[in-house]
């Protein structure tokens, strides 16, 4: 099985948390934590920052570690480690997602995820 190494982000702003949906393509239409692979030669922080960055066009500060979890799927085996975030100015342009939203812990699991995440939702709603 491939082995692809993931980050991503929980951005949390007034208790609400920043969902991104997937397009088409893998895992399509599923939700997710902003972020992506991790290339060769980068710690976790440094791909995470680069991906927001890339993807939603802001800066921000990576806090606590929330999970780590390993999931395989037909196309290969994900270990996802997500960190919580905030913002440090700029609002997420959604440049590669096809929607987002923000929503209160309690109401995340009203979403279809990705299912590498569910560990990381469950422990944001703890
Ligand atoms: N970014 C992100 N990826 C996730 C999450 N959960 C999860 O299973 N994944 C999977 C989807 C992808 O297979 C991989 C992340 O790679 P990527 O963000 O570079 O995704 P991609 O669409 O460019 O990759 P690919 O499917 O085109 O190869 O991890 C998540 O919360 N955030």
């Known amino acids: 099985m491939k082995q692809i190494h993931v980050v991503a982000a929980i951005i949390i702003k007034d208790e609400k948390i920043f969902c991104t949906q997937r397009g088409t393509g893998s895992l399509a239409y599923k939700w997710e934590f902003p972020g992506g692979k991790i290339e060769a ?19 921000i500060e990576i806090g606590e570690k929330v999970a ?15 960190y919580y975030c905030e913002l440090m100015k700029e609002e997420p342009i959604l440049t590669e997602h096809i929607a987002m939203k923000w929503l209160y812990p309690d109401d995340l699991m009203s979403l279809e995820w990705a299912p590498a995440d569910i560990p990381a939702v469950e422990r944001v709603r703890a």
């Open 41 to 59: 030669g980068e710690t976790e922080k440094e791909a995470l920052k680069r991906e927001i960055k890339e993807e939603l066009h802001c800066d």
């Open 68 to 82: 780590h979890t390993i999931h395989t799927y037909d196309f290969g085996t994900v270990h996802l480690t997500t």
